[in-house]
């Protein structure tokens, strides 16, 4: 079983930035994507940003103000969010898939507002 553990959310002004970082442990040889999704009260969870082999994609809202990256040798996935938006509130969860299998952290808040 993965266990992801997520760090980097707080709170932060329209236009800021904020750098989440997550780190995977337990049975990792063969980790497929890694990535990030968020939900916002009331809504559904969508996903932000994901790194499948050597391939990257981003949800259309967050295109150009986010990057994403990996690092296999450490089993990491970071999120820079740039530009934020108070839209981008949410709670951020880590994701990995295992096996054909979804495994989640357990979510780190993001607030921007003023």
């Known amino acids: 079983q993965v266990q992801l553990v997520e760090s980097g959310g707080g709170l932060v002004q329209p236009g800021g930035s904020l750098r989440l970082s997550c780190a995977a442990s337990g049975v990792i040889f063969g980790l497929n994507a890694m990535g990030w999704y968020r939900q916002a009260p009331g809504k559904q969870r969508e996903l932000v940003a994901r790194v499948t082999g050597g391939s990257t994609n981003y949800a259309d809202s967050v295109k150009g103000r986010f990057t994403i990256s990996r690092d296999n040798a450490k089993n990491t996935v970071s999120l820079q969010m740039n530009s934020l938006k108070p839209e981008d509130t949410a709670v951020y969860f880590c994701?990995?898939?295992?096996?054909?299998?979804?495994?989640w952290g357990r979510g780190t808040q993001v607030t921007v507002s003023s």
């Open positions: 994701n990995a898939v295992y096996r054909n299998l979804n495994n």
